[in-house]
Structures are given as C-alpha cells and as structure tokens.
C-alpha cells in the first residue's frame, strides 16, 4: 500500500515497542518520518531496521526529551521546517511507574504526567499550525485500557492516560473545522519493553489476582499470550490515512479481547 506518500510524519517513542513499529509501517507506505524517543540507542535500532529494508532514506531521527518545553518547541520546529508542513502527529511516548497509590511518591507522580500527559501536549500544541495549515492534519495519540478500566498499582499512569483521553476529545471537537482529526488508540497486552516490564515495577505484596482481566483472549501467532507491536501500527495507519477519514474524537480498543 502507498497510502503515505505525499505524507509528513512525526513519532515519539520511535526507539521501541509500538512507536518503532508504527515508523515502520509508516515508512514501508511512503511516509516521510522523523522519528523522536529519549533514547538514543533505541533510535539507532529503528533507522537500522529502515536500513535493513531500504527505507531509511526518508526517515530522520533525533533524540527528545518530550517533557522539557524548550526541547520539544525546538524540534518540532526544526521537523516542521525539514519536512515541509506536517500530516500526522504520532504521540506514543510514554513512562510507567508502579506502586501503592497510598505509597506513590510525589516524583514519580509528577514524572509520569510530565512526560505522558505534558509531553503529549507539549508535542500536541507546536504540531497544531501545521496539522491544521495541511488541511487533512491527524493526531493519534495513545490512552492505554488503563484510561478506561481498573489497572491496579498504576494510579498515575492510568491518570496520565485519562487525561490524554479527554485531550484528544477536545482537540477533535476544537479543530474539526480546520480538517484535524484526532484519534485515541487504547492498546492493551501487547508486547512493548513497558507492558513486558510492568510485574517486575509492581510493590512488594501486590495481588496478582487483580490482574485477571488484562489477558488478551485471542491465540497469537507465535504462540504467546501478548500481541505484536505491528498489528497496532496496522491500525494507526489505517487512522491516519484517508481509509480513517470520517474518524474523530473517539477510542480505538487494541486489546486483543481481553476486556471484552
């Protein structure tokens, strides 16, 4: 499919996991992409893996602190600049940290909802020109299950979530006049290093009892129990493209059941 190839593209937490793998698919239908995450080397496995296939030439990358103001309002200037106007805006960058909630330090708190709820805005807000100046301009950005169901010993995380779930509904309803659609994509057991790495953060004596419902129902392909990255890159590309043309202001559910 090409349904990407007159459009400009950013990503946050391109270095792994759901970001890496949506500059992938985005790339293999003719999107130009610049590509941001905190990490350096997680960046350099995604312009490899571009390499691999021969589409690293229309991939760019930088390393971005998406909390800090003066960084983002930089690099989205300078993507904008490079790329000529901008399309899509793929906010999936995002920290987990677990705990009690009754033990939940302040920092820890304060550190999520910088980088997941700020940072998205923070990208959000310096996009928005752009997006809406292109005329077809999209926001996808990502609330997790835990914006809309229990997950237990992730009280700021889910907050973080929550709140980007009613942001995305303000900037639907705010900017449809000017051809921005913005989407929430709620993901939920799908193989990423944060998901992979969510019972090795939980508090000493939690229940893992609580976690009954997390566990997508569908068989996997390789046999696991967690989905792909990909098939949710499948689904933020058909979003983004014109195939997601009349979708706006509302939740797209990746879960592979388990929440049904």
């Not at 496995?45 to 691999?52: I, K, N």
Request: aromatic share 4%; with cysteine.
């Amino acid at each position: 499919m090409d349904r990407f190839n007159d459009r400009r593209v950013i990503v946050t937490g391109a270095g792994s996991g759901i970001g890496q793998a949506t500059v992938a698919r985005l790339l293999d239908e003719g999107a130009t992409v610049v590509a941001f995450d905190i990490s350096e080397d997680g960046l350099a496995q995604t312009v490899s893996a571009a390499a691999d296939v021969g589409t690293d030439k229309r991939l760019t990358s930088a390393v971005l602190d998406i909390s800090d103001e003066h960084s983002v309002t930089a690099a989205v200037t300078g993507a904008v600049d490079d790329l000529g106007g901008l399309d899509v805006l793929v906010n999936a960058a995002a920290i987990q940290r677990c705990a009690h909630t009754h033990e939940h330090t302040l920092d820890d708190w304060n550190a999520t909802l910088a980088v997941n709820l700020t940072g998205t805005f923070l990208m959000t807000r310096q996009a928005l020109p752009a997006l809406c100046e292109s005329g077809r301009g999209v926001v996808v950005n990502f609330t997790s299950t835990s914006a809309s169901f229990a997950h237990p010993y992730m009280a700021a995380y889910a907050a973080s979530k929550g709140g980007i779930l009613a942001f995305t509904h303000c900037l639907a309803l705010e900017y449809a006049k000017q051809g921005l659609r913005a989407v929430n994509i709620q993901p939920g057991g799908v193989s990423t290093a944060l998901a992979l790495s969510t019972l090795d953060k939980m508090p000493e004596g939690y229940d893992l009892g609580l976690w009954a419902k997390q566990t997508p129902i569908l068989p996997q392909d390789d046999g696991g129990i967690l989905g792909e990255p990909a098939k949710v890159a499948s689904v933020i590309a058909m979003v983004a493209s014109d195939d997601g043309a009349f979708i706006t202001g509302t939740e797209i559910r990746i879960d592979g059941g388990a929440h049904a």
